[in-house]
């Protein structure tokens, strides 16, 4: 077992993600949880449970698009796992509600703005890859209602 699974297993035992990741995604056989580095490690970051988040993939690829294309919304997720670490308790109902009305902005609206130009091949690339994200979201979206209710 490397270090980010040793991490991300105590991680399990604090928060309890039960099911779900920190940004609102069910945990599939397809779809396992990641560990996230809040502070990346080629900018010095550690595997640590303070530097981390519990993602699931989708989510984890999610976040790597929006590092590079849109900083806002990702700044934005960002800021949250660094309020969820400094609790040290699992996400509050309060902060659910926070990254669904983030993600609901990106996926619905126009509120996020992207930074890549709309005719390039990336730019294909990364409507497929948010299009999956997307569909995921509404799925787990659903799923998150029965648990919350």
């Not at 604090?14 to 990641?34: E, V």
């Not at 984890?60 to 590092?67: E, G, K, P, Q, V």
């Not at 040290?88 to 983030?102: C, R």
Request: proline share 3%; hydrophobic share 35%.
């Amino acid at each position: 077992m490397n270090r980010v699974q040793e991490t991300l297993i105590i991680m399990g035992y604090i928060y309890n993600p039960d099911g779900f990741d920190w940004m609102n995604y069910k945990l599939t056989d397809c779809n396992p949880y990641t560990y996230h580095h809040i502070v990346e490690r080629r900018s010095g970051g550690h595997t640590t449970v303070g530097n981390g988040a519990i993602l699931t993939e989708v989510a984890h690829n999610l976040l790597n698009i929006l590092d590079q294309f849109c900083k806002e919304a990702y700044n934005d997720l960002q800021n949250i796992f660094i309020r969820i670490n400094g609790s040290g308790e699992p996400p509050t109902y309060e902060i659910m509600k926070e990254v669904d009305n983030i993600l609901y902005k990106l996926f619905f609206t126009n509120e996020y703005h992207f930074t890549v130009n709309l005719d390039s091949d990336k730019f294909c690339k990364i409507r497929f890859c948010m299009n999956k994200c997307r569909e995921m979201y509404v799925e787990s979206r659903k799923e998150l209602k029965k648990c919350l209710l």
